[in-house]
């Protein structure tokens, strides 16, 4: 069963820090992962992509990693802002689905 | 560009009525849609994947009667959420992507929507 999970569940850092989001998956075969980000009560918001051969991808303050051979992702945010406090989702795709498996979230409260 | 729009963003009604939601795609022709279902500090649950023009494919333990989909243009889908009950109450999220020959493909991103919150009475 293809399944993401993500770590921490929730965290809090003091605005101007950087923080590290984690997100393991089983999807198989891989296809690509995102980083989307939701903010309460919106729908969720692309922040990168990755296929098979990209390791880095920058979106401004955020960068994503991807190790596809341990399967494990990260997202970086660096010198976090008050506007990204928020939800962060890991989302994986499988060769020849359509259908997307969805991480649980991690929830990052940048407080001030 | 790719913008989805849905509407209403929050919604409120008394149980055993229904409710229409609506999935928008503005400046994309939209053959397919997929609705979803968000519980608090869950991830989205994938409830249907409609194509244009078709029935659409409800996810296993999704009533259909419960849930009526309808895709009835390229920029539109509806989800109609038949007699409402308290547990009904979430947060649906819509998300379109283009596909060739009305089915969905891997390549295609899938933007999303701001969701739609309803609340059932």
């Known amino acids: 069963k293809n399944q993401v999970e993500q770590s921490p569940q929730s965290l ?19 296809s690509n992962l995102r980083w989307y980000k939701q903010d309460t009560g919106r729908g969720p918001v692309s922040l990168t992509i990755m296929t098979f051969s990209e390791n880095t991808k920058s979106n401004g303050r955020y960068t994503a990693t991807l190790d596809a051979d341990t399967k494990q992702s990260s997202l970086h945010i660096t010198a976090s802002q008050l506007s990204d406090s928020a939800s962060y989702i890991c989302v994986v795709s499988a060769m020849n689905d359509y259908k997307l498996s969805f991480g649980a979230g991690t929830t990052v409260t940048v407080r001030a | 560009g790719a913008v989805v729009s849905q509407h209403p963003s929050r919604v409120i009604c008394k149980s055993g009525t229904s409710v229409k939601i609506e999935c928008r795609s503005l400046d994309f022709q939209a053959t397919t849609m997929f609705w979803y279902r968000q519980f608090p500090k869950k991830s989205l649950m994938l409830m249907a994947t409609s194509n244009e023009g078709s029935k659409a494919t409800y996810e296993q333990g999704v009533e259909k009667d419960k849930f ?5 243009s390229l920029t539109l889908s509806t989800l109609t959420v038949t007699s409402a009950h308290p547990e009904d109450s979430s947060f649906y999220i819509c998300s379109a992507t283009q596909g060739t020959s009305g089915r969905p493909s891997i390549f295609h991103e899938q933007y999303f929507g701001p969701g739609t919150r309803l609340t059932v009475t």
């Open chain 1, 12 to 30: 809090i850092i003091l605005e101007g820090k950087n923080c590290t989001l984690q997100c393991n998956y089983t999807v198989s075969p891989f």
């Open chain 2, 68 to 72: 009526l989909i309808n895709h009835a």
